[in-house]
T-cell receptor, first 112, second 114 residues
């Protein structure tokens, strides 16, 4: 099994629908992150969490919310999806300050 | 000025060539540096960390120049399988709003052809 698992891998949804992207990890890391990637814009941070009781907004949190259900689980929700949220979404984990991230395989989301 | 800047390329090189990428960062207090590799439509994967003394892993050599605030990646004897996007990644570690978050460059595209 992958260290960081994202579901679903691909999703097409309609404008206005609520959608949840899920992430789980088996690395035992406290830190988890959600990024989106768009062509020409690189990776942009949406939300991050340093432990179960800690949630922080990233640079582009508007229109998104998150839930840290357990150390191993961090889900991202789009409350009312819009077409410009079409992107590749990555979850990542880290063991601490100064360490690199381990990424999940991504969720390709299309909002029509 | 962007926090992390890379030449987006693309770099097109023949097999066996040596290619180098540079990356500059704006925060002089940055503490940790990495190179990631990303294949098309896949997740970024850690290629190597970058240490102050420079480090080498097979055909790959990473260098850090703190005075000039740049990082480099050298790939020797390029293989077709090296074709990917290479991301320069910096941990600003400057406290406050930068604490605990890595900053990613937009990536440099490399294509190695036969």
């Amino acid at each position: 099994d992958a260290d960081v698992t994202q579901t679903p891998r691909n999703r097409i949804t309609k404008t206005g629908k609520r959608i949840m992207l899920e992430c789980s990890q088996t690395k035992g890391h406290d830190r988890m992150y959600w990024y989106r990637q768009d062509p020409g814009l690189g990776l942009r941070l949406i939300y991050y969490s340093f432990d179960v009781k800690d949630i922080n907004k990233g640079e582009i949190s508007d229109g998104y919310s998150v839930s840290r259900q357990a150390q191993a689980k961090f889900s991202l929700s789009l409350e009312s999806a819009i077409p410009n949220q079409t992107a590749l979404y990555f979850c990542a984990t880290s063991s601490g300050e100064g360490y690199g991230y381990t990424f999940g395989s991504g969720t390709r989301l299309t909002v029509v | 000025r962007k926090e992390v800047e890379q030449d987006p390329g693309p770099f097109n090189v023949p097999e066996g060539a040596t290619v180098a990428f540079n990356c500059t960062y704006s925060n002089s207090a940055s503490q940790s540096f990495f190179w990631y590799r990303q294949d098309c439509r896949k997740e970024p994967k850690l290629l190597m960390s970058v240490y102050s003394s420079g480090n080498e892993d097979g055909r790959f050599t990473a260098q850090l120049n703190r005075a000039s605030q740049y990082i480099s990646l050298l790939i020797r004897d390029s293989k077709l399988s090296d074709s990917a996007t290479y991301l320069c990644v910096v941990n600003p570690n400057a406290g406050g709003t930068s604490y605990g978050k890595l900053t990613f460059g937009q990536g440099t595209i490399l294509t190695v052809h036969p």
